[in-house]
């Protein structure tokens, strides 16, 4: 499996603090099945912004300290960028990072409304040849309360990104029916951890898929944690594997 959602620098954002809880981190996740993950830092005001440089960097020496301890997890490097009216300009200007340098850059909304903009930039982001892949749709409360919003974002060739553990309930009641209706509605593109650590924010994915297998069977559940993710990881066409 391939997690293209994960908190796992050390001393970045809110993710592990330290090098031991990055590492122990990433024996969790490779225990949970996955052999391959993007790391996606924020990039909004909350956290100090790493340019795209930065993040490569450090993640060549998260990976050099894995090879060392010998911990099978092969790592990229990537941003989860909150939706803002200059993120075309911010990835020219190499202050932001796609998902390991393809065509798909990992975009988080405001969670309580649907701005003027929310649209415009998804329209001006499409139209520049990059593709928003949405994290974790299930967790807004705009997308609880009006799930058919993803249906004529998808149609524009947008892409979703489910997080594991909202399916068991770790992101709360409304994130797990919502999490539900949207798998049920074939409205995911893929699934991935928006793992932060151990403590908080937890991987759960091997809980998450089995709830998901559960929801849409093995085969549909492959290509959300397969199939689509090494298309993002490898910058090819969604064509090629078969979306709803
Ligand atoms: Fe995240």
């Given at each position: 499996?391939?997690?293209?959602?994960?908190?796992?620098?050390?001393?970045?954002?809110?993710?592990?603090?330290?090098?031991?809880?990055a590492l122990a981190?990433?024996v969790?996740?490779v225990?949970?099945?996955?052999?391959?993950?993007?790391?996606?830092?924020?990039?909004n005001?909350?956290?100090?912004h790493?340019s795209?440089?930065?993040?490569?960097?450090?993640?060549?020496?998260?990976?050099?300290?894995?090879?060392?301890?010998?911990?099978?997890?092969?790592?990229?490097?990537?941003?989860?960028?909150?939706?803002?009216p200059?993120?075309l300009?911010?990835?020219?200007?190499?202050?932001?990072?796609?998902?390991?340098?393809?065509?798909?850059?990992?975009?988080e909304?405001?969670n309580?409304?649907?701005?003027p903009?929310?649209?415009?930039?998804?329209?001006?982001l499409?139209?520049?040849?990059?593709?928003?892949?949405?994290?974790?749709?299930?967790?807004?409360?705009?997308?609880?309360?009006?799930?058919?919003?993803?249906?004529?974002?998808?149609?524009?060739?947008?892409?979703?990104?489910?997080?594991?553990?909202?399916?068991?309930?770790l992101q709360?009641?409304?994130?797990?029916?919502?999490?539900?209706?949207?798998?049920?509605?074939?409205?995911?593109?893929c699934?991935?951890?928006?793992?932060?650590?151990?403590?908080?924010?937890?991987?759960?994915?091997?809980?998450?898929?089995?709830?998901?297998?559960?929801?849409?069977?093995?085969?549909?559940?492959?290509?959300?944690?397969?199939?689509?993710?090494?298309?993002?990881?490898?910058?090819?066409?969604?064509?090629?594997?078969?979306?709803?």
């Open positions: 499996m391939i997690d293209i959602h994960l908190h796992i620098l050390p001393g970045v954002d809110d993710g592990p603090a330290t090098i031991q809880e981190l990433a969790t996740l225990q949970e099945g996955i052999h391959a993950a993007i790391a996606t830092p924020h990039y005001d909350e956290f100090p790493r795209a440089n930065e993040i490569r960097e450090r993640v060549a020496s998260l990976q050099s300290v894995l090879n060392q301890y010998r911990i099978p997890l092969h790592l990229f490097a990537g941003h989860e960028a909150l939706i803002q200059e993120l300009n911010d990835l020219y200007a190499g202050r932001l990072a796609t998902l390991n340098g393809s065509r798909y850059l990992l975009l909304l405001w309580t409304s649907w701005l903009e929310t649209d415009r930039v998804i329209f001006e499409l139209a520049n040849g990059i593709i928003p892949v949405l994290a974790h749709p299930e967790r807004y409360r705009t997308i609880q309360h009006h799930p058919e919003r993803l249906q004529t974002l998808l149609q524009q060739g947008l892409l979703t990104q489910l997080t594991a553990s909202s399916l068991i309930g709360g009641n409304s994130a797990q029916k919502c999490a539900e209706l949207l798998l049920k509605k074939g409205l995911i593109s699934i991935a951890s928006d793992a932060h650590g151990l403590t908080r924010r937890i991987p759960a994915v091997a809980r998450g898929m089995q709830r998901a297998v559960e929801l849409v069977g093995q085969e549909r559940v492959r290509q959300m944690v397969e199939a689509c993710p090494s298309a993002i990881l490898n910058n090819q066409s969604m064509y090629a594997t078969s979306q709803p």
